[in-house]
């Protein structure tokens, strides 16, 4: 966000789930058709959902080490799967962040302060923002969440579902799908399939306890996790799960400048002088102006349940549903007293001096999850038919705030002695929300027509709702509730639309070697219209060790109801000053006016080229290329202002709404991405008494770039403005690393476990709102390393302790010359000071910060977290 307050176990070698040498789980998935998987039955694995020639062996070892196939070797697509013991060794407290440090092309982090955002920081694959990657729960869709990211930070414009509602005790593995499937999944598998498969065990009871804290003394971590197996007879199973959990607050905000404070909120060289005296006064008591910046306290529930019960004949019913209770309490910056001079007494005790005040965001979410289905074979035809129930329900309330316009028309009201007097007082406020639902229908059907052919099809029908909450009158009336305004009712309502999609397919075993899988697909929504899209993929075994793979596709993914129809009116802080811009929706009067087309759907075109080599049953690699050609590609663009001359339409537009800026959503651009994938895996080398694992694994993006000219509207150019410019720019295509690398040791030893993971976060650009066009910021290059040991106590028993970040290694950055680089170093190689004493570069500094506020990550976030060492402790204990 630019310079704006806007305010707005190891259980051990003996392995409780082994019960014979190898476990086997059929991947669903692995020809790449992906054809709705769903985890394979213990009890039966006869289920013919995909063909014989592509189902794969996983081997579970023993929980804590890193000993299973971390990707499919010769799958026609890229495949990593994940067991769960990957995912808890992190020590991360959620799933995304656990994610972010085992596969290297999915990135997130938490960004600084930026309103709801807080709830749910967005995530990313292979750097095509969190809608163009499909969350699945047991191969089903996941619902998408109600936040759409208004505010500066990456994946600006988008939403994505909310993968941190899952509990990770109750997953069992997570298979990640590193290619496009739009032709078998429908919108938004672009950039690739997330797919959580949740834990089947029919009877044991697994505790654990987690305690954490960080380095320096906050951030304290308490959760509980309860996963309980019941067994129905001898033909099904229910599994259990419960998680409570407790985040502090943890807050890294820097030294503050006086200097650039003196300059942001004083008047002028002229009373320079006095306004820093007054700056200092302030400051000699909070160094950090009060700011409050870092990880907000989180308090969160979760519960899971996932249960099949196979009766004769064949029929197995199947059923899951998840939910997360979620509250957060977060903070404005705070407000100086040289900013806000007075809080009208409501605030401040009563004979305390005024030293300003720091307005409180409290978020609360809800999010659940239901699937119902049943398997059953037909005619040779294997059948599986569901209905899936989702949604998320974000509200907001601002606390310890005033609505400044009220209490000014207050004070005038009593000045003029008018009657009645206008609402005064109030200090907290219903700001309002958002929610999203849907209801999908599945129905797939795969069979064997023929030797070495195998053909499947199926249909999804999906309805979604969107509703904008109002926030009370005193949250939006006159000038909202400082630092973050409700909706107001004008902008809240009830969206709804309709689509419905079939696909089908052929896997051809040409030879024992050669293997061709063809699939297409057709979608009508009933909001935009249709799309038809297909893929084609396949693999040849040049021998034993080694298969080449590929696949071609197309794709799309239908503009989001958030995007068509969200409305908003958004405080920022910028240059000193609070301004307020509106955010018009695609089918508004304004984005009319200003000839602003209709949302389309965004169209792609996908190319992976991979090997695979597997030497030996301990050693496997492969390397993967991938490039996608992104078409129409729907932006949130940059708000835009009047162009001063008060006759041209665009500044008729905006005086008649009564907002000094304006963003909307468009197909504005089209872009290209490509980059190379690459996993290493070495198991079982003999290293003293114990066996030592490694792992290497990256991502490195070639390209990931606008392809061709902005698509402006025509009342847009003509004023000479872009719905597109450098920050927005960055934002998409630089905010996230050039390149992340993943380099893991583990080794077991008696009743030990070692585990030594270093994350390489490669740099990344930002192009900030308040720096200088000539100008730049790079993040550097950093490694995170985490150390964690468990420890098997007894049978039943695990201790654990990992420490995340054990080099205390935080975000840094530098300022360099782009654009037009002369102008932009001859700004970082001047030494002359203006009237506040600073240099030019020490400007830039102060503006990307906040007059350093945010020093370690700026306003627009960095590639990692900022807080720094963790340590962690937990216990678990299984009966």
């Known amino acids: 966000m630019n310079k704006k307050s806007t305010e707005s176990n190891k259980i051990g070698k003996k392995d409780v789930f082994v019960k014979s040498a190898v476990q086997v789980a059929i991947l669903l998935l692995a020809t790449g058709s992906m054809v709705h998987a769903q985890e394979a039955t213990p009890a039966k694995t006869t289920e013919k959902v995909a063909p014989p020639q592509e189902i794969q062996v996983v081997v579970v070892t023993s929980t804590g080490t890193r000993g299973s196939q971390r990707t499919m070797i010769d799958t026609p697509v890229p495949v990593d799967v994940l067991a769960a013991s990957e995912l808890t060794k992190t020590a991360q407290a959620s799933l995304d962040k656990a994610l972010a440090f085992r596969v290297p092309s999915f990135n997130t982090v938490q960004t600084p302060v930026n309103d709801a955002t807080s709830l749910l920081d967005p995530y990313e694959i292979r750097n095509m923002g969190p809608s163009r990657a499909l969350i699945l729960i047991n191969g089903k869709r996941k619902n998408s969440s109600a936040l759409v990211y208004t505010q500066t930070s990456p994946g600006r414009g988008e939403s994505g579902a909310d993968i941190s509602a899952i509990p990770q005790d109750a997953i069992k593995r997570i298979e990640v799908l590193r290619d496009g499937a739009s032709a078998?999944?429908?919108?938004?598998?672009?950039?690739?399939?997330?797919?959580?498969?949740?834990?089947?065990?029919?009877?044991?009871?697994?505790?654990?306890?987690?305690?954490?804290?960080?380095?320096?003394?906050?951030?304290?971590?308490?959760?509980?996790?309860?996963?309980?197996?019941?067994?129905?007879?001898?033909?099904?199973?229910?599994?259990?799960?419960?998680?409570?959990?407790?985040?502090?607050?943890?807050?890294?905000?820097?030294?503050?400048?006086?200097?650039?404070?003196?300059?942001?909120?004083?008047?002028?060289?002229?009373?320079?002088?006095?306004?820093?005296?007054?700056?200092?006064?302030?400051?000699?008591?909070?160094?950090?102006?009060?700011?409050?910046?870092?990880?907000?306290?989180?308090?969160?529930?979760k519960f899971l349940i996932n249960s099949r019960y196979d009766f004769s004949g064949g029929v197995s019913m199947y059923a899951n549903a998840a939910y997360i209770d979620k509250k957060i309490d977060s903070y404005a910056n705070y407000r100086t007293p040289y900013w806000r001079p007075t809080d009208y007494g409501l605030l401040t005790p009563s004979g305390a001096p005024y030293q300003g005040y720091v307005p409180g965001f409290l978020g609360a979410l809800k999010d659940y999850n239901a699937t119902v289905g049943a398997k059953f074979e037909v005619d040779g035809w294997s059948s599986d038919v569901s209905l899936t129930f989702g949604g998320n329900e974000q509200t907001y309330t601002v606390t310890n705030s005033v609505n400044r316009g009220m209490e000014n028309a207050?004070?005038?009201?009593?000045?003029?002695?008018?009657?009645?007097?206008?609402?005064?007082?109030?200090?907290?406020?219903?700001?309002?929300?958002?929610?999203?639902?849907?209801?999908?229908?599945?129905?797939?059907?795969?069979?064997?027509?023929?030797?070495?052919?195998?053909?499947?099809?199926?249909?999804?029908?999906?309805?979604?709702?969107?509703?904008?909450?109002a926030g009370e009158p005193a949250s939006w009336l006159y000038s909202g509730s400082d630092s973050y305004a409700g909706n107001t009712p004008t902008n809240s309502f009830t969206s709804t639309r309709s689509n419905y999609g079939a696909y089908?397919?052929?896997?051809?075993?040409?030879?024992?070697?050669?293997?061709?899988?063809?699939?297409?697909?057709?979608?009508?929504?009933?909001?935009?219209?249709?799309?038809?899209?297909?893929?084609?993929?396949?693999?040849?075994?040049?021998?034993?060790?080694?298969?080449?793979?590929?696949?071609?596709?197309?794709?799309?993914?239908?503009?989001?109801?958030?995007?068509?129809?969200?409305?908003?009116?958004?405080?920022?802080?910028?240059?000193?000053?609070?301004q307020v811009s509106g955010l018009a929706s695609n089918v508004s009067a304004e984005a009319i006016a200003l000839g602003v087309p209709k949302l389309k759907a965004e169209k792609s075109t996908s190319v992976t080229l991979g090997i695979g080599y597997k030497p030996s049953k301990d050693t496997s690699m492969t390397l993967d290329y991938y490039n996608i050609s992104l078409k129409d590609r729907i932006i949130l663009g940059k708000e835009i202002k009047p162009s001063?001359?008060?006759?041209?339409?665009?500044?008729?537009?905006?005086?008649?709404?009564?907002?000094?800026?304006?963003?909307?959503?468009a197909n504005a651009l089209d872009s290209k991405t490509s980059g190379i994938d690459y996993v290493f895996n070495q198991r079982n080398m003999k290293l003293g008494d114990g066996k030592l694992a490694f792992n290497l694994s990256g991502n490195y993006s070639l390209k990931n770039e606008r392809d061709g000219a902005?698509?402006?509207?025509?009342?847009?150019?003509?004023?000479?403005?872009?719905?597109?410019?450098?920050?927005?720019?960055?934002?998409?295509?630089?905010?996230?690393?050039?390149?992340?690398?993943?380099?893991?040791?583990?080794?077991?030893?008696?009743?030990?476990?070692?585990?030594?993971?270093?994350?390489?976060?490669?740099?990344?650009?930002?192009?900030?709102?308040?720096?200088?066009?000539?100008?730049?910021?790079?993040?550097?290059?950093?490694?995170?390393?985490?150390?964690?040991?468990n420890y098997q106590i007894s049978k039943n028993m695990t201790l654990a302790f990992a420490v995340n970040n054990m080099l205390n290694v935080t975000p840094s950055w530098k300022l360099q010359a782009a654009g037009d680089k002369a102008k932009g170093q001859a700004i970082l190689d001047s030494k002359t000071v203006d009237y506040t004493g600073r240099t030019p570069t020490q400007i830039q500094s102060d503006n990307i910060t906040f007059d350093q506020r945010y020093s370690m990550v700026t306003y627009d976030g960095s590639h990692f977290s900022q807080l720094g060492r963790m340590y962690n402790l937990s216990l678990n204990y299984r009966f």
């Not at 304290?220 to 599994?239: E, R, T």
């Not at 207050?410 to 849907?438: C, E, I, M």
């Not at 476990?753 to 192009?767: A, D, E």
């Open 710 to 789: 902005v698509n402006n509207p025509a009342a847009i150019a003509k004023a000479g403005q872009s719905v597109l410019d450098i920050t927005q720019e960055a934002l998409m295509f630089t905010s996230r690393p050039k390149f992340k690398t993943l380099v893991g040791f583990d080794y077991d030893i008696n009743d030990f476990n070692f585990s030594l993971n270093n994350t390489v976060f490669g740099p990344t650009r930002f192009r900030n709102a308040d720096l200088d066009q000539n100008l730049e910021v790079v993040f550097k290059t950093k490694a995170v390393t985490d150390f964690s040991v």
């Open 184 to 301: 078998q999944y429908g919108s938004d598998a672009i950039a690739g399939v997330v797919n959580i498969i949740l834990k089947d065990n029919p009877s044991g009871t697994s505790i654990t306890g987690r305690t954490g804290v960080t380095h320096e003394g906050d951030g304290k971590m308490q959760a509980l996790s309860i996963n309980h197996g019941l067994a129905l007879g001898d033909s099904g199973f229910v599994n259990l799960t419960f998680d409570v959990s407790k985040n502090g607050l943890s807050s890294r905000s820097g030294i503050v400048s006086a200097r650039g404070e003196a300059a942001t909120f004083g008047d002028g060289p002229s009373t320079f002088a006095a306004d820093l005296a007054a700056v200092n006064a302030f400051l000699s008591k909070k160094p950090d102006a009060g700011n409050i910046n870092g990880s907000p306290e989180t308090r969160a529930a």
């Open 644 to 665: 001063g001359d008060p006759k041209a339409e665009l500044d008729k537009i905006l005086k008649a709404a009564n907002i000094v800026s304006l963003s909307f959503f």
């Open 410 to 469: 207050y004070l005038d009201a009593v000045a003029k002695k008018t009657t009645p007097l206008p609402p005064h007082g109030q200090t907290r406020f219903d700001a309002g929300g958002s929610k999203f639902n849907h209801t999908v229908f599945n129905a797939d059907f795969s069979k064997d027509i023929a030797k070495g052919v195998s053909s499947y099809f199926g249909t999804e029908i999906r309805a979604e709702q969107y509703t904008l909450l």
């Open 504 to 578: 089908g397919g052929t896997v051809f075993d040409i030879s024992d070697a050669f293997v061709v899988d063809a699939t297409a697909r057709f979608e009508r929504y009933s909001d935009f219209g249709n799309a038809t899209i297909g893929k084609l993929s396949a693999k040849y075994k040049l021998n034993d060790e080694v298969t080449l793979r590929g696949s071609l596709s197309t794709g799309f993914r239908a503009p989001s109801l958030h995007q068509i129809y969200t409305q908003k009116t958004q405080y920022s802080f910028s240059g000193g000053q609070i």
